[in-house]
């Protein structure tokens, strides 16, 4: 396979995790990001790796779940009036990905990537610092009601087609796994062979120090464009540098579409804007694992440095100022969750899910051009699917035929 020059868009986990594979294949990488590493999504979530996820956030019911969320004072999804006309087109698509027959196709392309991601994030650390920062415990999603769980029935029969192991946990048991929840969970469901990562921006910026340690470059720069040619591509600079490459990954994350758009690819790509809270130092002590509280949509995440809330979705586009007023309004139930905890503040964020209509990425090659690809809209996923996506940018720029079909996930979908 011979040597190229690749500049990777984006130092996120996506653009971090496809660096360090394309440098272990041999190629000399350079990362662009305009803000320094894990300064998007990566830096804030709750740091799950879901192994085997594949329930779409596109579920049957939807749009009915949606009115009945928007009748709430502060609920779990909002849009912005001022962005409802913006965000239109991807709201109907989104619907449509709804669709029960959809939602089967949809799971089983999704699965098809998370199926390995345990074991592309050990690949991807095996040996190295990143090591230090996965932990074991897996994902508990905990029900107060009987009728919670039962809506749960259209996702277990997504997991089960797909053959992802889980385990239903009653009352006794979800107690003995976790003794400091408040014994007021009858039900929950325990995916016991995920990871989980103790702090994703410290993890993403050590993915940025090793490709730098392995001779890769990391340089701040905001992109403009990028020029396909015969030979490579040119990444033009707002500044007015330009850099030349034999191939380009577009990994912006949410800001990835009029990168490709000014390529000619018109992929619906807008964001879940998603909120945390970080609770004091100590109070990770409280759980062994990431637990997710289903009746009040929030998740809670022991980090090395505290407990970490995350919630919401809020579409507002990447511009809007935040808005902390949900996530803060869910002190009380942290406390109702966990009694013990020291539910105060010790800092808020909000961080831009790149996401399209069908919960599914954007992996392959720009229309235009063989020497641009693409690698972003991991929603909700990724910081599962990052090593993931790094092996198949990997075998593209190798010429290699990907260990996956890739046609669910190209940019020409639509
Ligand atoms: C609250 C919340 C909780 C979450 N929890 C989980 C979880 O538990 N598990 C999970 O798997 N996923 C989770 N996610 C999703 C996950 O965080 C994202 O899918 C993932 O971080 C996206 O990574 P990325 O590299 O594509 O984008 P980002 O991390 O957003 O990185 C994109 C980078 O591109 C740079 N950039 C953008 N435009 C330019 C430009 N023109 N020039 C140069 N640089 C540019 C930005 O500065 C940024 O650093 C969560 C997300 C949120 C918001």
Not at 112 to 125: N, P
Not at 334 to 344: E, F, G, Q, W
């Amino acid at each position: 396979m011979s040597q190229k020059l690749v500049v990777v868009i984006g130092a996120g986990v996506v653009g971090a995790s496809v660096a360090l594979s394309l440098q272990r294949d041999g190629h000399n990488v350079t990362v662009i990001d305009r803000s320094g590493p894990a300064a998007g999504a990566s830096f804030g979530n709750a740091g799950a790796i879901v192994n085997g996820s594949c329930a779409p956030t596109a579920m049957p019911g939807i749009v009915r779940d949606v009115l009945r969320m928007m009748l709430r004072p502060l609920p779990p999804l909002s849009i912005r009036a001022a962005y409802l006309p913006r965000i239109l087109p991807w709201l109907l698509r989104f619907a449509a990905a709804s669709r029960r027959s959809r939602v089967n196709q949809i799971a089983t392309d999704l699965h098809a990537l998370t199926a390995t991601a345990v074991e592309a994030w050990r690949e991807l650390s095996k040996g190295t610092s990143l090591d230090a920062l996965l932990a074991t415990g897996g994902w508990l999603k905990v029900y107060e009601t009987e009728a919670s769980f039962t809506a749960t029935a259209t996702a277990r029969e997504l997991l089960d087609a797909a053959g992802t192991p889980y385990e239903l946990l009653a009352a006794g048991d979800i107690q003995d796994l976790e003794p400091h929840l408040a014994p007021i969970y009858r039900r929950a469901i325990w995916q016991s062979d995920g990871l989980r990562i103790v702090n994703p921006g410290r993890m993403v910026e050590e993915m940025v120090r090793l490709l730098a340690a392995g001779g890769g470059i990391f340089q701040l720069g905001d992109v403009s464009a990028v020029e396909p040619d015969a030979d490579g591509a040119s990444v033009r600079l707002t500044d007015g540098a330009t850099l030349r490459a034999d191939r380009v990954v577009v990994a912006a994350g949410a800001w990835s579409r009029p990168l490709a758009q000014a390529l000619g690819d018109r992929i619906p790509l807008d964001t879940e804007r998603g909120y945390h809270l970080m609770l004091p130092a100590g109070t990770e002590a409280l759980l062994g694992r990431t637990v997710l509280n289903a009746d009040h949509s929030f998740v809670l995440s022991p980090m090395e440095t505290g407990l970490r809330m995350t919630s919401q979705v809020e579409l507002a586009g990447v511009e809007a100022p935040p808005d902390y007023r949900r996530i803060r309004s869910l002190l009380p139930l942290a406390k109702r969750m966990l009694p013990a905890v020291d539910a105060s503040e010790a800092s808020v964020w909000m961080g831009c899910r790149p996401s399209l209509p069908d919960s599914l990425p954007v992996i392959g090659r720009c229309g235009r051009s063989p020497n641009v690809i693409y690698a972003f809209g991991h929603q909700h996923l990724g910081m599962t699917l990052g090593p993931v996506t790094g092996r198949l940018i990997a075998d593209l720029v190798a010429g290699r035929s990907p260990r996956l079909d890739l046609s669910p996930y190209r940019p020409d979908r639509w």
